[in-house]
């Protein structure tokens, strides 16, 4: 699966360098599988959740949240947010 973008991470890790391990980690695994549906998604991350069209992983022990929309016909994710547990709960990125 391809992510669009990686850059999203990685500005997310200079604020929060403690993330980036976690946040690589899970870039890991999505780019060297192929899920072609929720089932599949949910078999690997156990510990996501779907909102709306949107699918909200939890990192690094939920410390952290990762949204991103997913085109499972073209391999695609889109990664729309990477928040903090807080910024998460404070739901701008549903907007």
Known sequence: MKI???????A?????PQAEASLQGWRRVIEKNRFVN???????????????ELVVFDISGNKYRLIAYIRFEKQILYIKA??????????????
């Not at 669009?4 to 990685?10: G, M, Q, T």
């Not at 998604?41 to 959740?49: C, R």
């Not at 990477?82 to 907007?95: I, M, N, P, Q």
């Open 38 to 52: 929720w089932a599949e998604l949910k078999a690997t991350f156990n510990t996501i959740d779907k909102v709306g």
């Open 4 to 10: 669009i973008s990686n850059s999203a991470l990685r």
């Open 12 to 16: 997310f890790a200079v604020d929060h």
């Open 82 to 95: 990477v928040l903090t547990h807080r910024d998460y709960d404070k739901g701008a990125w549903k907007a």
